[in-house]
């Protein structure tokens, strides 16, 4: 993917020399690979808070890349990537609840009838790059088109309540502000993402490499590691993870004074 087709074309045209790392090591492609897992965590979040099926992962997957553009980030000293190449701060009061209800109008020289409806219901999935034209999926025949002039309705309780009834670690455990930055991972970290089956939680951490955003991680005991091994925090709140997690690492808080 990096090394050939129109990268390699631009890369050789701007006289950049390509690094090549050794294959199937994905230490030596931290930021890349960093970069993927960020965009399928935004992606995953974009799915489950809409409720649309994995069938559209294409369609949350391209809005969670405008999105990460245009969001600061701390290795930017809080600018986004879109400002440091256009030197202007994005506009982002276009944005809408991702999977909300869109309805857009029909131009009267596409009517056949005066009768016949102004406004067609879709499914609010992005914006296009470099315009002002919506992105709107037809949910029966999967279409996507764009148009100009859309209603939306979003019901902003609703996806918070989904979003505060998702399965999620207690509050104080997200409080790392007391917490030492590692700025090396653990020995034996496991980078999974999920944690099918755990027997407790022993310990938690923050890791920081000094280029990208924070990263929580807990130490966890499983039945190929009695002795404990760290895993990344959001493993533990993925979908596919023990269905009473949440229990274990509450009872983890009420019973740990600090992070071992």
């Known amino acids: 993917m990096y090394t050939g087709g129109d990268l390699a074309g631009i890369c050789e045209s701007q006289g950049i020399k390509q690094e090549i790392s050794a294959p ?3 230490t ?8 993927w897992r960020t965009l399928l965590d935004i992606t995953r979040a974009l ?5 649309l099926s994995h069938d559209y992962w294409p369609l949350a997957a391209r809005h969670a890349t405008y999105l990460y553009v245009r969001r600061p980030h701390g290795s930017l000293e809080m600018t986004s990537p879109y400002e440091q190449i256009f030197h202007v701060k994005p506009d982002i009061s276009h944005l809408r609840v991702f999977g909300c209800t869109a309805f ?4 009267d020289n596409l009517r056949t009838s005066k009768l016949n409806e102004k406004a067609v219901s879709g499914i609010y999935v992005g914006h296009l790059e470099n315009s002002t034209s919506v992105l709107i999926c037809n949910p029966v025949t999967s279409k996507v ?3 100009g002039h859309v209603h939306f309705i979003e019901d902003v309780d609703c996806y918070g309540k989904v979003v505060a009834h998702h399965k999620a670690p ?3 455990l997200l409080d790392t502000s007391d917490q030492p930055e590692l700025l090396t991972l653990p020995v034996g970290v496991n980078d999974c993402q999920s944690v099918p089956v755990f027997t407790r939680v022993t310990g938690h951490a923050v890791y920081y490499d000094g280029e990208h955003e924070t990263l929580g991680l807990v130490k966890i005991v499983t039945p190929e590691s009695p002795a404990g091994v760290w895993v990344y925090f959001h493993a533990l709140l993925h979908e596919d993870s023990q269905s009473n997690a949440a229990e274990k690492m509450i009872q983890y808080d009420h019973t740990a004074p600090s992070a071992t």
């Open 24 to 26: 199937y090591v994905h």
């Open 28 to 35: 030596n492609a931290a930021v890349a690979e960093r970069l």
């Open 47 to 51: 799915l489950s808070t809409s409720g």
């Open 104 to 107: 857009f109008h029909i131009d």
């Open 145 to 147: 088109v764009h148009r």
């Open 170 to 172: 207690p509050t104080p």
